[in-house]
T-cell receptor, first 112, second 117 residues
Framework: DTTVKQNPRYKLARVGKPVNLICSQT?????MYWYQKKPNQAPKLLLF???????READTFEKFQSSRPNNSFCSLYIGSAGLEYSAMYLC???????????FGEGTRLSVL | GDSVTQTEGPVTVSESESLIINCTYS????????LFWYVRYPGEGLQLLLK?????QKGSSRGFEATYNKETTSFHLQKASVQESDSAVYYC??????????????FGKGTLLTVTP
């Protein structure tokens, strides 16, 4: 299977509640990324794992957590959702830096 | 930081007409980043259209072409004759290194293309 899978496709959350989004791939890719996409904005990198090492962008450092218990699986965790978290969340993976990252279909999160 | 600027949409083109979507970039870590065009068709995920990792070379796919121009720091997307099925959102992106061997993509805002019959 050469796809990146994201679950769920749509997620509804309440303000102040936690949110956990899931991404998986079985291509043995070393790097897995999470991007946030809002309307009329560029996809924005939130964090990525290179193997077991997590790198988070400075401006979103405190807002998002992630875990990667094995090579295939990566989650994105929001401890307390706010309205500003409503967006499409895109997961991607790549075997190395010269290969274009492969994206999943995304999870659309709506926070109410 | 890195940045990518592309044609603001929406762009509407008639079928069989030519298309150009402009893209310019700025990379902070390396002189010659990898350059990509991604596309998102309605109801689908983001997928790679073409990529070029060597300055001066041209990439092509599905009738689209883009040339990596390091002098003008541009990577414009062109197609000689568009079809209705090309209607989609197109994203220009650059791949750059930071913090040693860490690598990430920086995207433009995307250009919505509508091809009319």
């Amino acid at each position: 299977d050469t796809t990146v899978k994201q679950n769920p496709r749509y997620k509804l959350a309440r303000v102040g509640k936690p949110v956990n989004l899931i991404c998986s791939q079985t291509m043995n890719h070393d790097t897995m990324y999470w991007y946030q996409k809002k309307p009329n904005q560029a996809p924005k990198l939130l964090l990525f794992y290179y193997d077991k090492i997590l790198n988070r962008e400075a401006d979103t450092f405190e807002k998002f957590q992630s875990s990667r218990p094995n090579n295939s699986f990566c989650s994105l965790y929001i401890g307390s959702a706010g309205l500003e978290y409503s967006a499409m969340y895109l997961c991607a993976s790549s075997p190395d830096c010269n290969q274009a990252p492969l994206f999943g279909e995304g999870t659309r999160l709506s926070v109410l | 930081g890195d940045s990518v600027t592309q044609t603001e949409g929406p762009v509407t083109v008639s079928e069989s007409e030519s298309l150009i979507i402009n893209c310019t970039y700025s990379a902070t870590s390396i002189a010659y980043p990898n350059l990509f065009w991604y596309v998102r068709y309605p109801g689908e995920g983001l997928q790679l259209l073409l990529k070029v990792i060597t300055a001066g070379q041209k990439g092509s796919s599905r009738g689209f072409e883009a040339t990596y121009n390091k002098e003008t720091t541009s990577f414009h997307l062109q197609k000689a004759s568009v079809q209705e099925s090309d209607s989609a959102v197109y994203y220009c992106a650059l791949g750059d290194f930071f913090g040693g061997s860490n690598y990430k993509l920086t995207f433009g805002k995307g250009t919505l293309l509508t091809v009319t019959p």
